[in-house]
């Protein structure tokens, strides 16, 4: 009866969460909240990070503490560990858990001995998404060891599954606004050449284009120069 009861509060904090997510205004703020509601949510977590994967090279984004940022550091350096993994992988196990970092490892060998000293008892990591050639994974830390169960671990899960999506939708929008202001500032500066220099519309956005080409600027940058001097840079 008491699980029933606990795993019914975690629902309903969980649908909060995914109102809260698809409220955020940005990809940077989307990702703060998932972090957040990361130690709020799963027992036995006191730190949490998103791993983002590019090739070798790893960035983390919206860590709660140092310690999210010092593993993070220590998997890339030794090319090793559970948050490292679950973000290279595409295919197979999603998540890695290490329940016990006070002992010797064969998984991560290297990197079990070197996150102890930082602190860390046990940790997980789940895939949160994958999208072109770009990995990410939502990372759980505790300070103590043996503090992520077979529970710990589910709400983890469900809570990486709400992420991506959340992410995924801040993401598309924030590539949008994008998309509407470059648009703008082009059709911007787009009218300035037409007045400036007799031309018709068609010829103002090859002009634009040409110049972008020859000086091996991006349209949008040019386009900014020009809504910036009065004309052509």
């Known amino acids: ?3 029933e009861v606990e795993w019914s509060r975690f629902a309903q904090q969980m649908a909060s969460m995914a109102r809260d997510l698809l ?19 799963v027992e036995g977590c006191d730190e949490a990070g998103i791993l983002v994967l590019h090739d070798r090279r790893v960035e983390t984004l919206a860590p709660t503490g140092q310690l999210v940022i010092d593993s993070d550091q220590l998997q890339e350096r030794l090319g090793e560990g559970p948050c490292f993994d679950a973000a290279r992988t595409s295919q197979g196990e999603r998540v890695y858990r290490i329940a016990d970092l006070s002992t010797e490892h064969q998984r991560w060998p290297r990197f ?11 940790m997980m990591g789940f895939l949160l998404y994958t999208e072109d050639e770009e990995l990410g994974a939502l990372n759980l ?24 999506v959340a992410f995924s939708s801040a993401r598309t929008h924030t590539q949008l606004e994008q998309a509407i202001a470059t648009r703008h500032i082009i059709g911007e500066a787009m009218g300035i050449i037409m007045n400036r220099y007799g031309l018709h519309e068609e010829e103002a956005f090859k002009t634009l284009r040409r110049c972008s080409q020859e000086t091996n600027v991006k349209l949008r940058e040019v386009a900014r120069q020009v809504c910036e001097d ?3 840079p």
């Open 141 to 164: 830390y505790s300070r103590r060891p043996g503090r992520f169960t077979e529970n710990s671990e589910l709400a983890g899960w469900l809570l990486a599954s709400h992420a991506a």
């Open 1 to 3: 009866m008491e699980d």
């Open 112 to 122: 079990a001995a070197q996150a102890r000293a930082l602190g860390v008892g046990s």
């Open 23 to 41: 409220s955020q205004e940005s990809v940077a703020t989307t990702l703060e909240q998932i972090t957040a509601a990361a130690i709020e949510l």
């Open 230 to 232: 009065g004309g052509l």
